[in-house]
């Protein structure tokens, strides 16, 4: 099992749509979370992180976290074809040096 | 100018030849950390460092070295390069521990091994 795993997708929105994008991690002490985006070719971008359960909302972007279930999730309201990327979630450790663990991400298309 | 610099862009070289990627920050962070990125793979850790005395093996070393030239200079070298080192490589920094501390990557190093 990885530690940290997302839907390769792609996953397929129309314009002005919600896309919702998942991630599950299995380390039950991870302790904060983050998204990136990655356009291709391109270096990845900090979204957000989240550290505390229920819901981190920061412009169209809303973070979704439920440690019990250890699941959190991007939400991309009124989705543009500029978001249109790979999206990489990534899982910070409370052991060792903290280091971050992220998954191969999730690519969204958004279709004018 | 950028917080994280790396160099070169974009880079083919032949098998067998040692090549060295270069990385610069000015975010002044004390962590530093080098990846490669493969297509289905995504981002594996190569080596990274706390400081200019500290540095560690990440999960896929063989086939690399490091040095830490300076608390901002971090250099990734394929000593004897061969094609599956071809690949995305990207620098990133951190600021020291901390969980809300993400990381910051710079443009990324495309190396092409022929």
């Known amino acids: 099992q990885k530690e940290v795993e997302q839907n390769s997708g792609p996953l397929s929105v129309p314009e002005g749509a919600i896309a919702s994008l998942n991630c599950t991690y299995s380390d039950r002490g991870s302790q904060s979370f983050f998204w990136y985006r990655q356009y291709s070719g391109k270096s990845p971008e900090l979204i957000m992180f989240i550290y505390s359960n229920g819901d981190k909302e920061d412009g169209r972007f809303t973070a979704q976290l439920n440690k019990a279930s250890q699941y959190v999730s991007l939400l991309i309201r009124d989705s543009q074809p500029s978001d249109s990327a790979t999206y990489l979630c990534a899982v910070k450790r409370n052991t060792g040096f903290q280091k971050l663990v992220f998954g191969t991400g999730t690519r969204l298309l958004v279709s004018p | 100018d950028a917080d994280v610099t790396q160099t070169p862009r974009n880079r083919i070289t032949k098998t067998g030849k040692r090549i060295m990627l270069e990385c610069s920050q000015t975010?002044?962070?004390?962590?530093m950390y080098w990846y490669r990125q493969d297509p289905g793979l995504g981002l594996q850790l190569i080596y990274y460092s706390f400081d200019v005395k500290d540095i560690n093996k990440g999960e896929i070393s063989d086939g690399y070295s490091v040095s830490r030239q300076a608390q901002a200079k971090f250099s990734l070298s394929l000593e004897s390069a061969i094609p599956n080192q071809t690949a995305l490589y990207f620098c990133?920094?951190?600021?020291?521990?901390?969980?809300?501390?993400?990381?910051?990557f710079g443009s990324g190093t495309r190396l092409t091994v022929v």
């Open positions: 990133a920094t951190s600021e020291r521990g901390g969980p809300l501390s993400g990381y910051t």
């Open positions: 975010k002044g962070h004390d962590r």
